[in-house]
């Protein structure tokens, strides 16, 4: 099976052979390939409404080659799920258009709810046992964050997608490199009202557990754990403390551009965006009262490719 998430900052595809049903809930997917290329897809669309040409393009070249390598390896079934950005687009057909000449089968885009279930389900199968139920589940994307609450066995209790993201709070707040203190303190307001609209919505305030998702988090993690690379074998359920969480987002938003480029586990694509994204992951845990956050590699890509389970 192949799973391809497009988000509003990177675009990533999982081939995977899912286990034989009999192995039981917990058996793990068997992973034959885990790409990921940052495309910026949202770059602009909260200004303009619209997808940028020069984005579509950028898309288009990563997904030609995963349409490569899902052909190498042979897979019998496809599924991509488009979020936040292409939600967001009024030309969202020319994004659909290119998605289906380019790979065949046509991009989903799905809603915040549902982009919210994928991820809780990709998140919570092989939590370490002292992961205490019920969990928070934070995605913090590029455009949007969502908020689900739920138990392993008793699945998703509550689910908010709310329009934060580390790419759209960049774009809206932070334009000095490094933002000044007037920037980083209206887009934690901002921040901080959406967050607290999402915890009345889901009750993540009761939550025993909080496991953060996607690039700014696990990004965020790799610098808590003062990696020279980035591993993420190491990253992977790795616990990190609220204080080493808001020292890194002190750090980070002090930092300009080039600094944070200069990071060893820094991803280039995301040097300009992710103080936004540790901001989000600070303020929710500040709001929802939670001393720690419990970092995951599984996100909503490997709910994409539960999904296809018969």
Known sequence: M??????TNSIR??????????????????????????VR??????????????????????????AAEIERLDVGRVRMCATSASRDASNAADFRAMVEQTLGVAPE?????????????????????????????????GG?????VGTRDGGV????????????????HLHGDPPTADEVAAAQADVAAAVDRALAAVPGREAATLVGLAG?????????????????????????????????????????????????????GRADVIGAGALVL???????????VVASEHDILDGIAWSLQP
């Open 41 to 66: 897809l949202g770059q602009g669309v909260d200004r303009t409404g619209r997808l940028a040409p020069e984005a579509i393009e950028r898309t288009r070249v990563a997904l030609a080659g995963y």
């Open 282 to 292: 600070r303020v929710i845990m500040e709001r929802a009262g939670m001393s720690s």
């Open 13 to 38: 595809l999982l081939v995977a052979d899912l286990p034989d049903p009999s192995a039981g809930p917990q058996a793990p997917l068997v992973d034959l390939a885990r790409r990921m290329e940052i």
């Open 109 to 141: 885009v799905v809603s915040g709810d549902e982009e919210a279930r994928l991820s809780f389900t990709g998140a919570v199968r092989g939590l370490p046992a002292d992961a205490e139920p019920p969990y928070l589940v934070v995605d913090i994307g």
């Open 216 to 268: 700014s988090v696990t990004t965020v993690v790799a610098i808590a754990q003062d990696l020279r690379e980035y591993d993420p074998q190491r990253i992977h359920h790795a616990r990190v403390p609220y204080e080493q969480v808001a020292e890194v987002t002190g750090d980070l938003l002090a930092k300009s551009a080039a600094q944070r480029l200069a990071i060893p586990v820094m991803h280039p």
């Open 2 to 7: 192949a799973a391809i998430d497009c988000g």
């Open 157 to 172: 209790q509550a689910a908010i997608s709310v329009d934060i993201g580390c790419v759209r709070m960049t774009e809206r």
């Open 144 to 148: 949007s964050t969502e908020f689900v």
